[in-house]
């Protein structure tokens, strides 16, 4: 019964995986066998690095917000009497359900250079318009603010379902203890939720790091590849570029940070499994 | 005593004051560009260049919609995007249910094992597989003659791969929770593994198997990296693909129609999750809570 | 003929055994409770005989035919979990029909049954609710009510009553008695409820470890247990446990308790008693109920003693009196006009006529 499952596994994760190792090592036309020259060519360009530090800033970044604001919204929707939390919730897991492309296709039009909503807002109150996706330092974080927007939702919602199942008592106890909110956050909320805070963050951060649709379509990479992620930049390389052994040994960069996530929460899931 | 107990209801009182302040904010955060999509939706090109608030609408039309309804084009997305989602649901629920199933209650050689690597699986974005598959699909094409780029079922055999995963993550968490002792009700009230499944199972896990469906269906209909580089021409692109390379004619960007367009194809996820919100938040966070 | 019969029935998990060696006949009609502390195997035994578990040893026979390798479904009987395990998506009525629906069985012959057993069980008003608008005792009815339906061989009972709480239990004990007297099945019903098994059991298998101790009809094991085991396990408040020695004393044998107490053996035991005589570790037994106060007259066998009293617990229609003697905490049964206080002394009358005299080496009563 799970044979399907093991084919469809095998064949079109494991497999593609295994053979990417061994397409990185073919030269532009895949004729030859060039062993680590793609890996060596890669660590000379510059672009390259600066697809690493991109990748890495833009990750780690986007996750501490998404998780810094979903943890506050999800306490704002629970301080909340019960009967209303329903529709708060409805509202604001919006943005994680429309397809990522097509917000992202409101927010360009949001930062269009000539018609951008929020430069005439600004504008309306005296302050000078910006270069949103021109100039790279605000692309880069026109870039990081989509993706908080899209992905602090379901941080959100998981923050939620955690905070829910912190027993009340706990409070109480504390509340005869004499703790004051902040007490009562760091040493009864936290240590309660430290599961699923991690396993979301290191859940996001693979996902994040991973992330092709925003980049892709809010900047495509630009200006001038200052906000190219791992994924666009394989794209452009490997596969507009018709370079796709090269495209690949981009791609395998991602590996080692991704396994090590993986080996995260693996571990988190299974000392769960085991204190269940 | 009456200082500390009024103070105990003050603070909650202001807790939930500042919280519906903060909430009202982020509302307001979270749902500006869809209802921008809207405004600008309904916006003629010419309000749209013209020098006049981009937050009103002035003169409403109706005009977009009708345009992209009624272009044989984006229907054709839309077909494709709806064809490509509901067989992928299809797959993904036949492959899932019975995996779930198996890995849940047979306990054979490796079962853990492969339940973990399932979900080890999911973590292995697409963004590091598109080439090879890319490459495999270009060598099977040439080998065998069977067009494999450039044909949107295609797509209808890659997406398995990024719902099933956590589909049956999701249907194993379901399935776990069942209680053996119905299982062994059933068999003594003489009922086979398969009947044990379809009479039993699925009935019961209902919740769990409409959040795996609407979790496959968003995942396919939002599909975007895949299709970008597995097709390429206009008849067989789907949805977010085809809005993105075919309503961007080269500079001239016509918003009215691109945000029109952006918003129908949001549509259906959005409708689905108006209706079906609770089993859609199900699915989310059963992967996590039911471990 | 619906007999259940065990022969040397073993079972082991892995290495670990659950299950050594089981012979136990039940004739048709009877109902017989498998009764012993968590872990003694009296539910790897039921579920041998259902079919739940494989065998690893013996042979279970139901009628005439050995039912090892049968799958549940084919062996005809029926079963009642300690959990219910109604189907939650069924209503009360496809529940109980689920079976027979199974098998195909004409709808008018499901539709007969269904209203036959839910009028012995008095659900028929409850036939098209489901399971969770029930209580807890409706539900167990219900899952009766399917096991009734299947008209089967046998019945089996995993601790039904486990998750009542105590009124309902009492209640729903008188249920299956009724329902056992209507409906004339052969029945197995697990519990580590002794009372229980005393009061619904035409005979009790009382089982400790993968054994049984001792099988016999409630009267019996009250009066004549075989082994410590039993003695201690059957009766609450427990049968009171002093260590003692026998000695020789003038016209028969006395048992001597902590320094100065000592009764003097009944006659008819006097023989019995005899090769035990300076055995060490020999166990006085005596049940609380045959400790009494001493406006009992004064009759043969009986025996005066006096002591001090360090709890007791008013029950409203007795109160149990705790007190030491030696080392052994013992418990007395008294009528509450007594006026004993904790701290203070109380004049008992022990009747030796139910008095037991164990061997605690081999666990024997003598």
Redesign the interface.
């Known amino acids: 019964?799970?044979l399907?499952?093991?084919l469809?596994?095998a064949l079109?994760?494991?497999?593609?995986?295994v053979?990417?190792i061994h397409?990185a090592m073919l030269n532009k036309s895949?004729e030859h066998f060039v062993g680590l020259d793609n890996f060596a060519f890669l660590f000379t360009r510059e672009t390259f690095w600066m697809v690493v530090k991109q990748s890495v800033v833009f990750a780690l970044t986007a996750v501490a917000f998404k998780a810094l604001?979903g943890f506050?919204?999800a306490?704002?929707?629970h301080?909340?009497?019960v009967k209303g939390q329903?529709k708060?919730?409805?509202?604001?897991?919006?943005?994680w359900?429309?397809?990522?492309?097509?917000?992202t296709?409101?927010?360009l039009?949001?930062f269009?250079p000539s018609?951008s909503?929020f430069n005439?807002?600004l504008e309306q109150i005296g302050i000078p318009g910006v270069n949103w996706l021109g100039s790279p330092n605000w692309a880069r974080f026109a870039v990081i603010l989509v993706n908080v927007?899209v992905g602090?939702?379901?941080f959100m919602?998981?923050y939620l379902?955690?905070l829910k199942?912190v027993p009340e008592q706990l409070y109480e106890a504390a509340?005869i203890d004499g703790a004051n909110?902040w007490q009562k956050l760091w040493y009864v909320t936290l240590p309660m939720m430290r599961n699923?805070i991690a396993?979301?963050a290191l859940?996001s951060l693979?996902?994040t790091?991973?992330?092709?649709?925003i980049v892709?379509?809010l900047t495509s990479g630009g200006p001038v590849d200052q906000t190219h992620m791992?994924?666009t930049w394989?794209?452009k390389v490997?596969?507009e570029g018709s370079d796709?052994p090269l495209?690949?040994a981009v791609?395998?960069f991602?590996?080692p940070i991704?396994a090590f996530?993986?080996t995260f929460?693996?571990r988190d899931?299974?000392r769960?499994?085991n204190e269940? | 005593m009456a200082v500390a107990r009024s103070s105990?209801k003050g603070?909650r009182r202001r807790?939930?004051i500042?919280?519906?302040v903060?909430?009202c904010i982020?509302?307001v955060?979270?749902?500006?560009?869809?209802i921008?999509?809207l405004i600008?939706s309904l916006k003629t090109n010419a309000e749209?260049?013209a020098a006049v608030?981009?937050?009103w609408i002035f003169s409403p039309t109706l005009d977009n919609y009708v345009e992209l309804l009624t272009s044989p084009t984006y229907l054709t997305f839309f077909r494709n995007s709806a064809l490509v989602s509901i067989l992928v649901v299809s797959i993904t629920m036949?492959?899932?249910i019975?995996?779930a199933?198996?890995?849940s209650r047979?306990k054979f050689w490796g079962?853990a094992t492969?339940a973990?690597?399932?979900?080890?699986?999911y973590?292995?974005?697409?963004?590091?597989?598109?080439?090879?598959?890319?490459?495999?699909f270009v060598w099977v094409t040439e080998f065998t003659g069977i067009e494999l780029i450039n044909r949107w079922w295609v797509l209808v055999?890659?997406y398995?791969?990024l719902t099933?995963?956590f589909a049956?993550w999701i249907m194993i968490g379901y399935f776990s929770s069942i209680p053996k002792e119905l299982d062994e009700a059933a068999l003594i009230d003489g009922a086979s593994y398969l009947q044990i499944l379809t009479k039993i199972f699925i009935p019961v896990a209902l919740p769990g198997i409409i959040a795996a469906t609407i979790f496959a269906f968003?995942v396919s209909?939002?599909q975007?990296?895949y299709p970008?580089?597995f097709t390429t021409s206009t008849d067989q692109l789907v949805l977010?693909?085809g809005?993105?390379t075919t309503l961007i004619k080269g500079d001239v960007?016509t918003?009215g129609q691109?945000?029109t367009g952006?918003?129908l194809?949001?549509a259906p996820?959005?409708v689905i999750?108006?209706f079906l919100?609770d089993y859609?938040?199900a699915g989310?966070?059963a992967g996590?809570?039911k471990? | 003929m619906a007999k259940v019969t065990l022969k040397k029935l073993v079972k082991n998990y892995d290495d670990t055994p659950a299950v050594r060696g089981i012979d136990l006949e039940i004739t048709d009609k009877e109902f017989v409770v498998l009764v012993g502390p968590s872990g003694c195997g009296k539910s790897t035994t039921l579920r041998m005989i259902a079919g739940l578990e494989d065998i690893t040893g013996g042979e279970v026979l139901i009628g005439d035919e050995v039912v090892n390798d049968m799958p549940p479904k084919d062996r005809n009987i029926a079963m009642v979990f300690q959990n219910y395990a109604l189907y939650p998506h069924m209503s009360v009525h496809e529940n109980m029909s689920f079976g027979l629906r199974l098998k195909k069985v004409a709808k008018d012959e499901i539709a007969r049954r269904v209203e036959n057993a839910a009028r012995i069980l008095d659900i028929t008003e409850l036939l098209d609710r489901k399971p969770k608008q029930l209580s807890g005792g409706q539900r167990q009815r219900v899952a009766m009510g399917r096991a009734i339906v299947r008209d089967p061989k046998v019945f089996l009972f995993d601790e039904p009553l486990s998750n009542l709480d105590a009124k309902l239990r009492v209640q729903m004990r008188i249920e299956i008695k009724k329902v056992h007297l209507k409906v004339r099945t052969t029945t197995v019903y697990v519990t580590h409820d002794q009372v229980e098994a005393m009061t619904l059991a035409d005979r009790v298998v009382v089982m400790n470890a993968g054994r049984i101790e001792q099988v016999g009809t409630p009267a019996e094991l009250y009066h004549a247990p075989v082994t410590k085991f039993v003695a201690g396990f059957i009766g609450s408040p427990a049968m009171n446990f002093a260590p003692c020695t026998l000695e020789e004393a003038a016209g028969g044998l006395r048992v001597r308790l902590s320094g100065e107490l000592a009764f003097q053996v009944p006659e008819d035991r006097v023989a019995r008693y005899r090769p035990y005589i300076g055995r060490p570790r020999l166990i006085f037994g005596l049940r609380p109920e045959h400790l009494a106060d001493q406006h009992q007259t004064a009759a043969a066998n009986h025996c005066a003693l006096e002591v001090a009293v360090e709890v007791t617990e008013p029950m409203g229609m007795e109160t149990l009196l705790y007190f030491l003697l030696g080392s052994a905490e013992l418990c007395a049964r008294v009528n509450p006009i007594m006026n004993a206080a904790a701290g203070g002394r109380a004049k008992l009358v022990a009747d030796l006529n139910h008095m037991h005299l164990i061997d605690d080496e081999s666990g024997r009563v003598l």
Do not use: K
């Not at chain 1, 708060?88 to 943005?95: A, D, E, I, K, N």
């Not at chain 2, 973990?116 to 699986?121: A, D, E, H, I, N």
């Not at chain 2, 973590?123 to 495999?136: A, C, D, G, M, V």
């Open positions: 019964m799970a399907p499952l093991i469809i596994i079109l994760v494991l497999y593609p995986a053979y990417s397409m895949m604001i506050c919204v306490h704002f929707v301080n909340v009497p329903r708060w919730r409805g509202m604001l897991l919006v943005p359900v429309i397809p990522p492309a097509m917000s296709l409101a927010w039009w949001l269009d018609y909503a005439w807002s927007w602090a939702p379901f919602i998981m379902a955690a199942s509340d909110w699923i396993i979301t859940f693979i996902v790091f991973a992330n092709f649709d892709r379509v791992f994924a394989a794209f490997g596969i796709l495209g690949a791609s395998l991602m590996f991704l996530a993986a929460i693996l899931i299974t769960r499994g269940a | 105990m603070d807790a939930m500042w919280s519906y903060f909430l982020f509302v955060f979270f749902l500006t560009p869809p921008y999509m600008t749209i260049s608030s981009p937050w036949a492959v899932s019975p995996a199933f198996a890995l047979m079962s492969l973990t690597g399932v979900f080890l699986t973590l292995i974005p697409e963004t590091l597989l598109f080439i090879p598959l890319f490459q495999t055999v890659l398995p791969t099933v995963p049956t968003t209909w939002a975007f990296l970008l580089a977010p693909v809005i993105i960007f918003w691109i945000m952006a918003l194809g949001a996820p959005l999750y108006a919100m859609y938040i989310l966070t996590a809570t471990g």
